[in-house]
């Protein structure tokens, strides 16, 4: 029962042949015939037509054998359970083996994948997929992709999907989901049979398929036809001249032109499938000779979107390394063989040897007495870049090495007549033998050992697996009994299928059998992981399966050298490629005796498929060592491409999805794709290169189709066919050529080549690569290619380099999609030439190159009829990582090499207070730039192109700030400079004495709407400001890229890529002299780059701003807090929050039920630790949708809440940005009703993304209802759960997937698609800009695009948010992740997601610096860390550390432990004395954020910032700061063992807060301070190192509880004189309405704070007398 087809015929004749001639009839009789055949005929119509009524009345289906009824079900919204029951009597099912009751499970997965499984109940059936789960058990969940992210958590529920059921009989269907909007059922088995008995199982079902693919290796064409097909895997060399067969029974059934479903039985068992048409559509039946029925249904996508979801569901298909690429070569005399590959300096990549390299055929072993000096042999050819590979068989050789170790582990397959002996057969090559027992893991010990045993006597990169069916001789036992084959018709050449492995009762090998060829193919790959020069083994395999290609190459064995199998390997590799095995072999003029036109043929086809391989039995050559030079010419063209296949191949394994497949794929509504000739014979290699090639005999022409697209010759680079509008495909004639295969390049897309003469890949890795950029018809095209160095877990680890290429109006870009290594630069990655097939550059002269580091090259333009070249100039040298983009001019001056913008217009206002600019770009753009001075401090450049609509984000400012003027001052006072007319733009600032501040060095550039960029020379030393970021305070030299993005807390090195993170805030300050200090702030939504360096005593900033317009501010030197408030008069000063914000806060994610929250109130209580606010992460929520409530884990919350609160308890949820969208879902419907979800700008409907709720919507703020949606909603949520104030999350907007999600639009398969960022000159970051965010092409309501708007997600969301407070008349209090200028005024944020290590504890306290310069003050950090598990010293540390910082609250990832300070008892101490400390200087702490809320500044600094005179104070930011101006922190930032610490003391009065003691005395003398060594002693007591500076007086409270109580005791003063003299005071308001007027609200009559102010003058004592 091999792969066999049985094609359909007519039915035989029967009866007697020899029929008699009819005599003559008479009239008469012949009229009454005539008259009874008319009446029988009515009688029959009119039949018909009541059965036709009947049925349609009752419409019960025919009678079909079914006998199972539902007993009982159990329905959940994604998953249901049914028990069925046979109807028969209890004779008929045993009489027929058939089960009484079943279990029939319905999953739904993700939103394209419902999986059935029907099984027997309460019984042990053979399962392959919990076989190969119990085989390597999953780790607790951690997802590395969206990919698999949507597999886990985002689905469909069965109810939408419209799955129905019938109980009696039990059938199902899938209606499909509504967005589907399907006429009838995808799935449906109402009418079909379905028997379920011990080795017999039937399963009907029907599926509307106009046509049906798949089924590589049983079926003989890609279209599978009617028929019935066996899947059994056989060594079959005898029979048919295939070393093996297998396969995968997986199908695609077409629906419609791009809609698909994809069936997938997983079985490894004997089993058919029979295709039959069905009316409208196709009847499969399935037929299994036991298991159970686990069916798979990938429902509704295109063919590519469908089998990427395959893949993503068995496993990507795995890409071997790039030598496989190459020629292969099997052949015996290696040595002798290489050396004429080598001598005829003809390419050759891989030698490969089957069994007689081994010692007796026993595996991993060498015969060393026929193959002398083998490993140092190996060694020179590796040495060369020829790979040698191997083979293993399965059948281990009795008394070898591994059989030995097999018997002795106890790990073989036993003898189904004695258990304790290993079952013992005969194999072809190595006589009697034994099988190891692959379905445990502990086997695959057995394999690591003889692999470096194989490796230490001949090194090797791959391995060959053969005859792993697993044959033997024998039919089961050696000898077989008499008629032992006979009676068990599967037994033929393999092992007694009764033989049983010790996995479980069920897995004998009956079972077993089909899954065999895998579990060796696993056992190979996995035991190689571990090789020690890390190397990516080369597993090949011989026999297919489900779940193969995950793990390995396929081999197809020996196929014969014929016309029809040159035909046939087409389909086969089509077909295998859908089925999740990307890298398929056939041996190149296959394994017999060949003519040369065949073989000619053969190399040509072999030149594009997955594996170029020689393999054959000798008896004719076909080395191209001694064939013509036409064989040559296409191994030749081999290499060509092979970085291209490489690529493809490479992002199969990275995404899923077939490499090789049939033009109709790719062009679905061309149904002339779908002719056998185009479907059979033809193929599309990475949607790029359409392969026509030569299949006929004597044939000197073939026929190529081709669909109305842009089609280039890739022998030539003509256009063989043009795009037209509304045009249709064309059949053209070509020639035949031997010199080389038909190939057209698809329009639209870029593809890395390589021309040279090379001996193999390794050396084509020394050369640079060539593109081609073949446009389409709107001049656009794209293309990737991906360079990795082989190792185990590249992919994993993202250790490969990925390039993106683009083309569009004009412009080529590079851009890098993963790997970002920039200071490592490799030849593999030079760039050569680029050949752009766009005959409208005939006359581009010049072009020019902008790289990475913001410099420009020219490049040398050659034109050709056909195309344009560009190449590096000279001994320049460009590689494609550096490359950011090129532009193209007929004039040198229009290109960016060249470009200069020049004044035109000058004039003042009459108050000299502004002036207005006009500029001359030489690339013909005019723009305007007008100067204005809105203060004695603040100077305000707009610059913008002259025309057109130049989008500003007008919320962002303080209302009329950009109206205000200065009184006193004119720009001359300013010391503005600006050039004159006729001369280049720039401008400078400096001092009334003039020194120069700030002055533009070079040229301001500006290209199209996307580029801007200009540089600043600063007379300054120090930069502080540019965030968000972790690193020090200070700006050291190197790149800073702003561009929210959600990112983990990734320490900035400052080298590429940009480390942005969740905010972006463009404005730095510069220190310009002993004491003052000078601002810079760049108002723009877009992404901004800034490059620092340093030279002489100046700083040198360039700035790349993805805009076209610039707004920029210059604030004047001043003392630094003065120049942030001056910063904040444009943006808003800082929010003011509760009283009770200032306490301490608890959260982790896992807090998944109200038990587990009143178990952590109680266990504070019972330590005695105080608590003030608990916070919940997304566990409350029901399926993390936003404004709702799970009851079922959360009962009588608000009753729980109210107990918080007469504790003095506050409690803040979460919320994030992403809008579930489910049908039903309240939020969702009203959104989408009132139209408010951002829009996709491929669809015009909402944009689809993934974040923790699935696939979700996201709120347009720029629309009017969007405020009103959030504050209903909130209104809503705390109806059920009456929160305090609120925490929001994932608001950058974070979106699991880059930029849309694969929905019903599948958005990285569409023809052409493009981001913002592939048409930016200057790649911002040099990092996908919407990698894990919402597409920047993204439409708002009005009519921004997602590219402007992003930066302003946190903003508005917070906005809302505070509005929603506002009308509730509550101060708020909202800690937001994703920020922006301006956003202080209505909320506060905390650091992100951060990790416990001590670096992050450290760089928190530069965090919160920036935020202060930012307008954002009340910020803090996760304590003791957000991911990763607490070091307890680490936290205690942290606990300290955290009672400073203006927001203070212990927050951790779900799986990574505890770490609440009751967890440790010596923790709980430490944390009691922290918390009340913090208590104590609540008053102090308050009044200086009130202080800064009325007037701007920053409250949590580094020593200069008090102290600018002192330079020494500069170099102390990370290691202690100052509370205001009065208290100095020196926290204990090192391990205990480091104890005591050095703190430094700017030169002052200094003195230990709680002792009085004084620990620093003024140095009249000196401007600079002194270093004091101070204890970090945890224990016995806990020691702060609070210090406060002399001439202070500061209110302390007396901490009792929590911080509710605490605020009912007295006010303490302490007053510290200095010079006799002391000051201080506080502010103290009735917490509960805004004492400040704010730019959205006015409270009528606010609160006024009582201010408090004490000095206290001391009498100087008189010296005495001596």
Known sequence: MSGRTEELGDEPLTGNDNIQEESPKKPLEKKVIILIVILAVIVVIIAALVVVAIFNWNTKPAAVYNPYKVKSAAEGKDRHIYLLENQRSEDEIKNGNEMKTLTVEILAGHDHLLNVKINATNQSRWEVAKALEDLSPKKSHVIEDVNEYIKVFEHYTLKEMNVEVSHDPFSWKIIGAETQKLSKPLVDTYQGQMKFAEKHILYEMHLPCQAVFGLPQVAPKLLVSENTYTFWNRYNLEEKGEEGVGGVDFMLCKIAAESYVGLFMDSSNAHNVTLRKDGDGMKFTYEFAGGVIDLKVFHVGDALSITKIFHGTIGKPVCPPLWSFGLGQSKEALENMINEYVTKKVPLDSVWMDQLLMNNSASFTIDNDNFKGLKEKVEGWHTKGISFVQTYLPQLKLNSAIHNDTVQKNLFIPDPQDAAKPFVSKGKDTGECSF????????????????????????????????????????????????????????????????????????????????????????????????????????????????????????????????????????????????????????????????????????????????????????????????????????????????????????????????????????????????????????????????????????????????????????????????????????????????????????????????????????????????????????????????????????????????????????????????????????????????????????????????????????????????????????????????????????????????????????????????????????????????????????????????????????????????????????????????????????????????????????????????????????????????????????????????????????DNHKLPGKNMYGAHSFYVFHTSEDLFAGVFILTTSPVDVVIATSESAKTLSHVIGSSTLDLFFFHRARPNAVVAEYQKLIGKPVLVPYWSFGYHQCRWGYDKIEILKEVVSRFEEKGIPLDVLWNDIDYMIEYRDFTLDTARYPDMDKFLNELKAKNISYVPILDSGIARKPSYFAYEDGLKKDLFIKSAITNKPLVGVVWPGFSVFTDFTHNQADEFWVSNLNTLHKVLPFDELWLDMDEVTNFCDGECPDEVHYADKEFTTDKDDMMIYYIGHKKLNDIMVSLDAKHANGVSEYNLHNLNGFYTTRAVYKYFVQAKKRPFIITRSTFPGLGRYGSHWLGDN????????????????????????????????????????????????????????????????????????????????????????????????????????????????????????????????????????????????????SYFPNHDWYELFSGKQVMTKNESSTIGKTVSLSCALEPNPVLNVHIAGGSIIPLNRPSGNLGKTLSNAIDLVVVPSEDMAKGGFYYDDDKTDTIQLSLIHISEPTRPLYISYAVFCLKKKKKKK
């Open 436 to 1051: 190891i027992d692959l379905l445990t893991n502990s086997s695959w010990d057995l394999f690591k050992t003889g692999m470096e045993n194989l490796n230490n006597s001949a090194g090797y990169k791959g391995l060959w697996i053969r005859q792993e069916s697993p044959y033997t001789v024998c039919d089961g036992p050696c000898p077989a009994p008499v008629s032992y084959y006979e009676s068990l018709p599967l037994q033929k050449n393999t092992i007694p299928l009764e033989c049983q492995y010790r996995h479980s009762a069920s897995a004998t090998h009956y079972n077993v059998h089909g899954l065999y060829s895998l579990l060796n193919a696993i056992a190979v790959s996995k035991s190689s992981e571990e090789r020690i020069d890390g190397e990516k083994l080369r597993v090949t395999s011989s026999v297919a399966a489900p779940r193969l290609g995950h793990y390995s190459t396929l081999w197809r064995g020996n196929v014969n050298s014929t016309w029809e199998e040159l035909k046939r390997i087409i389909a086969e590799t089509l077909a295998y490629n859908m089925a999740g095995i990307s890298f398929v072999g056939y041996p190149v003029c296959g394994y017999k005796e060949v003519k040369e036109e065949l073989c000619v043929r053969w190399y040509q086809l072999a030149t594009y498929m997955p594996e170029m391989r020689l393999h054959h039995d000798g008896k004719s050559s076909k080395e191209p060592t001694s064939l013509p030079e036409k064989f040559l010419k296409a191994v030749k063209q081999r290499y060509r491409i092979v970085r291209f296949l490489y690529t493809k191949v490479y992002e199969a394994e990275i995404l899923g999805g077939s490499v090789w497949e049939p033009l109709g794929f790719v062009f679905p509504h061309d149904e002339n794709c779908y002719k056998d000739a185009v479907l059979e014979e033809t193929f599309v290699v990475g949607r790029t290169l359409y392969v026509v090639p030569a299949l006929a005999e004597g044939k000197a022409k073939v026929n190529a189709y081709l669909p109305n697209w842009n089609w280039y010759s890739f022998h030539d680079y003509s256009l063989v066919r043009e795009y037209e509008k509304d045009g249709k495909g064309k059949e053209i004639e070509l020639d035949a050529s031997e010199e080389y295969t038909n190939v057209f390049i698809k329009g639209g897309r870029i593809l890395p080549v390589q021309n040279e003469e090379v001996l193999n890949t390794k050396e084509l890795l020394e050369h640079p690569v060539t593109l081609i950029v073949a446009p389409d018809h709107e001049k656009k095209a794209k293309g990737t290619m991906v360079v990795s160095e082989d190792k185990n877990f590249d992919i994993k680890n993202k250790k490969y380099n990925h390039y993106s290429f683009t083309y569009i109006h004009g412009m080529f870009r590079s851009n890098m999609i993963e790997g970002y290594t920039y200071d490592t630069l490799k030849d593999t990655e030079l760039f050569k030439e680029i050949h752009i097939l766009d005959k409208s550059l005939a006359n581009v002269k010049y072009a020019c190159a902008l790289t990475f580091d913001l410099h420009f090259h020219e490049l040398q333009v050659t034109s050709h009829p056909t195309h344009l070249v560009l190449s590096p100039k000279g001994d320049l040298k460009l590689y494609l990582k550096h490359i950011d983009s090129i532009t193209f001019g007929e004039d040198a001056s229009k290109t960016l090499c060249n470009r200069s913008t020049m004044i035109y217009i000058r004039n003042y206002d009459e108050s000299q207070k502004s002036v207005k600019l006009g500029l001359d770009s030489s690339n013909g753009v005019k723009y305007s730039a007008n100067f204005t001075l809105l203060s004695d401090q603040t100077l305000y450049l707009a610059l913008e192109p002259a025309v057109g609509d130049n989008w500003r984000p007008a919320d962002v400012l303080v209302e009329g700030t950009l109206d205000r003027r200065s009184e006193k001052m004119k720009l001359s006072d300013f010391a503005l400079t600006i050039p004159r007319i006729n001369e280049k733009f720039g401008f400078s600032v400096s001092t009334p004495e003039g020194k120069q501040l700030l002055a533009t060095s070079g040229q301001f550039l500006m290209e199209g709407d996307r580029f801007m960029k200009f540089d600043f020379k600063l007379n300054g030393d120090k930069i502080y400001g540019l965030g968000e970021r972790v690193t020090e305070f200070e700006l050291a030299d190197g790149i800073y890229t702003l561009f929210c993005k959600s990112q983990k807390s990734f320490v």
């Open 1395 to 1542: 990790y416990s290590k001590r670096e992050f504890m450290i760089y928190s306290i530069s965090g919160i610096y920036n935020f202060q310069l930012f307008g954002i003050p009340f910020t803090g950090s996760d304590v003791c860390g957000f991911a990763d598990k607490a070091d307890l010293e680490l936290c205690k540390h942290w606990m300290q550390l955290g009672a400073f910082y203006p927001f203070y609250r212990n927050h951790k990832e779900i799986n990574s432990g505890e770490q609440e300070p009751y967890v440790d008892d010596d923790l709980a101490k430490i944390s009691i004395h922290t918390i009340n400390t913090r208590y104590t200087l609540f008053r102090y702490l308050y009044s200086q954020y009130f202080e800064i809320s009325l007037n701007g500044g920053a409250f949590f600094t580094p020593l200069f910032w008090h102290f600018p005179g002192d330079q020494e104070a500069y170099k102390h930011n990370e290691e202690t700061f100052l509370l205001g101006p009065n208290l100095k922190i020196s926290p204990c930032l090192t391990p205990s063992s480091q104890d005591p610490i050095d």
